[in-house]
């Protein structure tokens, strides 16, 4: 039985039945059985058998992918003493900080005698054996021209500069460079991103060059925090972010789009500065059982730039309880104005608001064009890099992307409200607002 499955023989084993096992294996097995991936990994985990140039493990945040790598170029390195093994992240300092000095990096797995000695300066891991393992950064494609390699580890390939197809070029010199040894090999690991490297290595799958372990978060729900993992499904469980981030599953753009995905993750930041002007938007809903209160606020920094700050939308809310979480927004923010579409009727949007106790400028503007015609000068501004996301915002994000320019919203539900409450906020702080009727409800 322990030879068969030996994890979970080990999880089910008797006091008596261990000992007697830890007996059996001796000194050097006492020393070396904890340190034996293959014992305490899951199946997903292990590299694929095969024939395979490239095995890509496409999974959800928190599955294990960077041990997964890390575990792998450490058995190489081991039993391979001539090996020269590329390292590759999006940056050098990812690639220091998660790839080698991480939790699961390099410096972490394996029996600690035999660990590698890092050498920051020179970019360099020397295993006890004489194995190498250099660093790159993909943003550097030219750096990966020249240098030999007999494996590669490249992580969080999506998140690889596309600007001027640089995360292609990067991938391809390192392909050019691998001419070392009988069987050169390569690790990707990435959350999934439809972006053209992730997108080529899945069309290559299909002649057998490349090996696809897919996966999600919970499947290492054992090794996760309950919190996290409660988390995870209250805040993502119903968005396309969620299947993309936590389930592992590939959501490929919608043609024609006016946002993707790819542009969302690049203007993304952790935390927002201090903003000279808050503006809550408003997208309020027609009736009280149908399409969300869109709720978004979003600052200007005094570098100029817009940042999207919180979605506080509501659903399936009367004219009561969105007014009040229109003006508990714009206090919790301290906003300078609330900006509300008030197509469905501007005496009531006011009176609305008035009765909250709102008690902020309010500016009612009036749609004369539809939502995408009136969301594609606001997506230039993300295009021109002049907005940036404090966060994530799965829901909002989900029905930027179903915005379709000159065609009709693909996005989930039958609205996108919040979309259209992010458009109304960032016209008003980027793009003026020619004049639209204002009320002030002092």
């Not at 058998?49 to 450490?74: H, I, P, S, Y």
């Not at 797995?109 to 920051?120: N, S, T, Y």
Request: charged letters at 25%; one cysteine or more.
């Amino acid at each position: 039985m322990a030879e068969a499955d030996p994890l979970t023989w080990l999880t089910q084993a008797e006091d008596g039945e261990l000992e007697h096992f830890m007996a059996r294996l001796g000194p050097s097995g006492q020393r070396e059985w904890r340190w034996d991936w293959r014992l305490w990994a899951r199946p997903s985990q292990i590299a694929p058998e095969g024939d395979w140039r490239v095995w890509l493990v496409m999974a959800g945040r928190g599955f294990g992918k960077t041990r997964c790598g890390a575990e792998w170029v450490n058995e190489i390195a081991e039993s391979r003493p001539d090996a020269r093994i590329a390292l590759v992240a999006a940056h050098l300092g990812e690639a220091r900080a998660v790839m080698v000095e991480g939790e699961s990096g390099l410096l972490s797995v394996g029996a600690p005698w035999r660990r590698p000695v890092f050498e920051p300066s020179l970019r360099r891991l020397t295993w006890p054996n004489g194995a190498q393992a250099m660093l790159y950064s993909a943003a550097e494609p030219e750096s990966l021209r020249g240098p030999q390699h007999s494996h590669a580890w490249c992580d969080e390939v999506a998140k690889w500069d596309n600007a001027s197809a640089r995360a292609v070029a990067a991938w391809d010199n390192l392909l050019m460079g691998l001419r070392l040894g009988r069987d050169p090999r390569v690790v990707a690991t990435t959350t999934p991103r439809s972006v053209p490297l992730v997108m080529r290595l899945l069309s290559e799958s299909e002649n057998g060059e490349v090996a696809v372990t897919r996966g999600s978060t919970f499947d290492n729900a054992v090794n996760l925090p309950r919190r996290f993992l409660d988390a995870m499904r209250t805040t993502f469980s119903r968005s396309l972010l969620g299947r993309q981030e936590i389930d592992g599953e590939m959501i490929a753009d919608i043609e024609g789009a006016l946002w993707n995905r790819t542009l969302l993750e690049d203007c993304r930041e952790h935390g927002a500065p201090t903003c000279a002007r808050v503006v809550v938007g408003v997208d309020p809903p027609a009736s009280a059982g149908g399409d969300a209160c869109g709720i978004v606020v979003v600052g200007l920094g005094t570098d100029g730039m817009a940042h999207v700050m919180a979605d506080a939308s509501v659903e399936k809310a009367g004219p009561e309880r969105w007014a009040r979480a229109v003006a508990g927004t714009a206090e919790a923010w301290q906003a300078d104005r609330v900006v509300a579409e008030a197509n469905q009727g501007g005496a009531m949007v006011a009176s609305v608001l008035r009765a909250a106790r709102l008690s902020l400028p309010l500016r009612l503007v009036h749609a004369s064009r539809g939502k995408v015609a009136r969301a594609e000068p606001v997506a230039a501004l993300y295009e021109a890099g002049r907005v940036h996301h404090a966060g994530m915002f799965p829901r909002l994000e989900d029905e930027m992307c179903g915005l379709i320019a000159g065609g009709a919203y693909q996005g989930p539900g039958r609205s996108p409200d919040r979309a259209d409450a992010l458009v109304w906020a960032l016209t008003e702080l980027m793009l003026g607002t020619g004049g639209a009727p204002r009320v002030s409800l002092a």
